[in-house]
């Protein structure tokens, strides 16, 4: 009996342990700028960890305390979050295996359109209401104004590695070809009708490209990215607690077995 309760007291307390990473990778994603805007994966991710974490605290109740509804319990609500697991991983997948953007004409980074993302993340973000509430929330933050702080030189600037939100949204499309200033200021030339983006940059600091489409695609590649690198972690722990599950599932089948037939054994010795 001890050797049973230690055994289902260590699949549970590796499952438990499971579900830190998915807890982790929703508190990330609600600290990064972009996604804190968006607010689309972190609390699923957040909630579903939770939700782990519970059923694997009754799972080990049950097996210590020799609770059999408890454990029939946490194998059904068990199979069900695996279920819920593994679609959100493939989901994620889907969403961001797209958008590989096309070089900036004279930059050294690669630019993206809105048609290079997912149909569903794409009007989750560039609906009109929900887009006005994004941008504030993006305004708010200092990811432009750092560049005037960290870039005095022309040549640093163009030289350094931003972020895709940075390169959409702190300034105007390559194609515009506006002459530099400072990474937030820049002189408008004599032609600005290469697309809609180059009338609706503005050099107002809290305007800028917030109203271009270059901005929300840009915010876009930087969800698909952070989405895919979380979604690496979430496989591996998907398959970990597939591992763990079939495990417990197997000793527990084993275990109703044995309690079935040693009662009959213990009868007929009799």
């Known amino acids: 009996m001890a050797a049973n309760s230690t055994i289902v007291g260590v699949i549970n307390f590796i499952t438990l342990l499971l579900s830190i990473p998915v807890i982790g990778a929703g508190i990330w994603l609600a600290n990064e700028p ?15 960890g939770i939700s782990i974490a519970v059923v694997a ?6 097996g210590c305390w020799r609770i059999t509804w408890l454990l029939i319990f946490y194998l059904f609500a068990m199979f069900i979050l695996i279920l819920v697991f593994g679609c959100l991983v493939v989901l994620i997948y889907l969403i961001t295996n797209q958008g590989s953007g096309h070089p900036a004409p004279g930059r050294i980074y690669l630019e993206h359109d809105l048609d290079d993302f ?22 708010s933050t200092d990811m432009c104004s750092e560049l005037n702080q960290r870039y005095r030189i022309a ?17 105007p ?40 489409d270059s901005c929300k695609a840009g915010l876009l590649d930087n969800l698909t990215k952070e989405w895919r690198s979380v979604d690496i972690i979430l496989f591996i722990t998907l398959v970990v607690l597939i591992c763990v599950y079939l495990i417990g599932f197997c000793f527990a089948l084993r275990k109703s077995k044995t309690g079935d037939t040693s009662p009959r054994r213990h009868k007929q010795n009799t």
Request: aromatic share 14%.
């Open 57 to 62: 605290l009754l799972g080990f109740v049950g």
């Open 173 to 212: 499309p390559a194609e515009c070809g506006y002459s530099y200033i400072n990474p937030t200021y820049w002189l408008t030339p004599n032609n600005t009708a290469a697309s809609m983006d180059c009338l609706q940059w503005s050099n107002d600091q809290m305007q800028l490209c917030f109203h271009c």
């Open 34 to 48: 972009d996604n804190a805007c968006v607010k689309i994966l972190q609390w699923p991710l957040i909630i579903l």
């Open 155 to 171: 040549q640093d600037f163009f030289n350094a590695r931003l972020t895709s939100i940075q390169y959409g949204c702190c300034m």
């Open 118 to 139: 997912s149909g569903w993340l794409r009007r989750k973000v560039t609906n009109p209401y929900k887009w006005d509430r994004i941008r504030t929330c993006l305004n």
